[in-house]
DNA sequence: CTGAAAGCGCTAACAA
DNA sequence: TTGTTAGCGCTTTCAG
């Protein structure tokens, strides 16, 4: 509408026809320079350079992009970013990502599917060069689309049921399996779960660790000690409570799917008047920065958050430059991190005066 | 160099022309019928719609953008993701734009000022038609660049020197002044106070009404109770431990100047044996959302962040659409946050068995 | 080594 | 109500 750009007090931006003329030499001259073409005399290219210096000229992504170009933009799909987790896994996309000088379109669905699937249809949508998914709720919508258009991306901390995509996670059945025979190890034998939304593959996959290494610890697996959470605070609290309410006798550890979960387990432990860990252990998944200034701090398997971001960013990249190789999956190794939260079973009682 | 795009399997994206070929109109009437334009035949609006859907067609970005129209991007510069501090502002900044249709650019500066400016240069360059700075770090130095370019922009939380910019914060006097008097009224009077980096307004600021609110209680202000930290969890920790291990008597409350220094000083506090808060009270600031579940839970002093992003958007928005409207300046109100970190200095040594 | 010219996909006058 | 025609700023042949 009313587009004010031409008011009296605007500069305009120096454009490459600026910098052509001012150095007296053509414009695909200077775009030669700026592209660093190899072929052009040294006098030229330092007086154009010195041009650009002097007009403060930036080229114009859009023209250049569109020109046929790289926009050198890629489009990152998030579930949200009010926890340490996306924002960890984010630090390694962007240290990756700037190493290769590509910038970043953002989008934040908020867990809201439809919003998901609007976004990566518009993202695909030439400004962008390649996507990002992390933990995108349900992919099985628009992946079609994407590989239909054989648009380059990559799936983090998620699957594809038809196992198409690129996509890389951790080794959530090995951690949870770990951090299960850990407390096994403790002494513990009732040890409760609670999951992630059982939609999403990483939950499923930590489900089974975690019951695998029941059986093979020789301890029952028992339903009634398994609920379902989704990965948030506050639905860790609640069905930790419920849990702790119902339940007798009481299930002298509990493993979250996730340390969000956790967080919200050890509210409610502290709620029924329980101690952490003297009279309750608990253990996380991730190692989200939280987890390591929470009271008592967290013992928790870490994702190796960071990494994986890179790792997305540089499968991606390669997808970008070659647009016909095949999908990649990745997954990397977990690691328990051992801190506060849990404690020995056997030494229930002897040991109170722990700091 | 060897772009594939143009390899046999892959699809192109149809674009305004197709449509136009297809719907048996020029593109200029499918221009029109995209963008809302009131004066088209039904039936072809009708038809053009209807190829639009069956082509699967979608704008491309830049090419509207560069030929004048709006790219509905605007740029997004952060320090970082890794606490929820920023994500928390993002989460109104996302809620406002998507009511606006407007997408994100982000940029994340990790501190590191030549990067931010580097990044400014970029932004406001083509792409993005505004851009909002979450808490910068040195934006004298490209503020009059942009202003020079009439570019729309708004600061969130800093301040730009020359009063000229358009920037939402919070009331960070008041609310450093009521949270010293709350612990004054405690009955602390040996308060320490951990600053944020002295080179941003909000930390000055928040000092001036720790100074402030010592005065009007008439408790001295010592500056040997000032320990200068830079609103990182990590400096928060040192400077508070350097702190209590100096310092005698011990001050008997901490203020940090914002939650994450609290958090640091939470740990200090812990590791010299004190405990929280029977035998040392902390107060912060920001209200992020780990200050709620931090254990005991963080009495602080809430930023009302998620509305200031709303704020900063809708003051971005309000210029891009008239560039002369000139900058304005908004402080939200900030609120004491009463949880379980803070405790009566009068009562110590009585109830020390709270939960 | 460098310039001219043809677009990239779209919007915006200006005609019709 | 619709089509024609210029560009937007840049890259990229194709000639010199």
Same mark, same amino acid.
């Given at each position: 509408?009313?587009?004010?750009?031409?008011?009296?007090?605007?500069?305009?931006?120096?454009?490459?026809?600026?910098?052509?003329?001012?150095?007296g030499?053509s414009?695909?001259?200077?775009?030669?320079?700026?592209?660093?073409?190899?072929?052009?005399?040294?006098?030229?290219?330092?007086?154009?350079?010195?041009?650009?210096?002097?007009?403060?000229?930036?080229?114009?992504?859009?023209?250049?992009?569109?020109?046929?170009?790289?926009?050198?933009?890629?489009?990152?799909?998030?579930?949200?970013?009010?926890?340490?987790?996306?924002?960890?896994?984010?630090?390694?996309?962007?240290?990756?990502?700037?190493?290769?000088?590509?910038?970043?379109?953002?989008y934040?669905?908020?867990?809201?599917?439809?919003?998901?699937?609007?976004?990566?249809?518009?993202?695909?949508?030439?400004?962008?060069?390649?996507?990002?998914?992390?933990?995108?709720?349900?992919?099985?919508?628009?992946?079609?689309a994407?590989?239909?258009?054989?648009?380059?991306?990559v799936?983090?901390?998620?699957?594809?049921?038809?196992?198409?995509?690129?996509?890389?996670?951790? #080794?959530? +059945?090995?951690? !949870?399996?770990?951090?299960?025979?850990?407390?096994?190890? *403790?002494?513990? &034998?009732?040890? =409760?779960?609670?999951?992630?939304?059982?939609?999403?593959?990483?939950?499923?996959?930590?489900?089974?660790?975690?019951?695998?290494?029941?059986?093979?610890?020789?301890?029952?697996?028992?339903?009634?000690?398994?609920?379902?959470?989704?990965?948030?605070?506050? #639905?860790? +609290?609640?069905? !930790?409570?419920?849990?702790l309410?119902?339940?007798?006798? *009481?299930?002298? &550890?509990?493993? =979250?799917?996730?340390?969000?979960?956790?967080?919200?387990?050890?509210?409610?432990?502290?709620?029924?008047?329980?101690?952490?860990?003297d009279?309750?252990s608990?253990?996380?998944?991730?190692?989200?920065?939280?987890?390591?200034?929470?009271?008592?701090?967290? #013992?928790?398997?870490?994702?190796?958050?960071?990494?994986?971001?890179?790792?997305?960013?540089?499968?991606?990249?390669?997808?970008?430059?070659?647009?016909?190789?095949?999908?990649?999956?990745?997954?990397?190794?977990?690691?328990?991190?051992?801190?506060?939260?849990?404690?020995?079973?056997?030494?229930?009682?002897?040991?109170?005066?722990?700091?």
């Amino acid at each position: 509408m009313n587009n004010e750009r031409n008011s009296p007090k605007e500069k305009q931006r120096a454009t490459i026809d600026d910098v052509a003329r001012a150095s007296g030499v053509s414009n695909a001259t200077v775009s030669r320079v700026l592209s660093g073409y190899e072929f052009v005399k040294e006098t030229t290219r330092a007086r154009v350079l010195e041009t650009v210096e002097r007009l403060g000229y930036v080229a114009n992504l859009q023209a250049r992009s569109l020109a046929g170009g790289r926009s050198q933009i890629i489009g990152l799909l998030v579930p949200n970013l009010d926890n340490g987790y996306v924002g960890t896994i984010m630090q390694g996309i962007d240290r990756e990502l700037a190493r290769a000088n590509y910038d970043v379109l953002l989008y934040t669905s908020h867990r809201h599917p439809s919003k998901e699937s609007f976004y990566v249809d518009a993202i695909a949508n030439g400004l962008t060069e390649g996507l990002l998914l992390i933990a995108p709720l349900v992919p099985s919508t628009y992946l079609d689309a994407l590989r239909g258009q054989n648009f380059p991306y990559v799936l983090i901390d998620q699957t594809d049921a038809t196992e198409n995509s690129s996509v890389v996670d951790a #080794t959530n +059945y090995q951690g !949870a399996y770990e951090a299960t025979r850990y407390l096994s190890q *403790l002494g513990h &034998a009732r040890i =409760a779960f609670v999951t992630g939304s059982l939609a999403v593959r990483s939950a499923i996959d930590r489900l089974h660790g975690y019951k695998a290494a029941l059986v093979d610890c020789d301890i029952p697996v028992r339903e009634e000690l398994i609920v379902e959470g989704d990965y948030q605070q506050e #639905t860790g +609290y609640e069905v !930790a409570k419920s849990l702790l309410q119902r339940v007798n006798p *009481l299930p002298t &550890a509990i493993f =979250a799917s996730n340390d969000l979960s956790a967080f919200g387990a050890m509210d409610a432990a502290r709620e029924c008047g329980l101690r952490i860990p003297d009279d309750i252990s608990i253990i996380g998944f991730d190692d989200i920065p939280q987890a390591s200034f929470v009271y008592p701090k967290l #013992t928790t398997v870490r994702q190796p958050l960071e990494q994986m971001g890179q790792v997305a960013v540089k499968m991606l990249l390669e997808q970008i430059e070659d647009q016909s190789r095949p999908p990649q999956r990745v997954a990397l190794a977990t690691q328990l991190v051992i801190r506060d939260s849990c404690g020995s079973h056997h030494l229930r009682g002897n040991e109170h005066e722990k700091n």
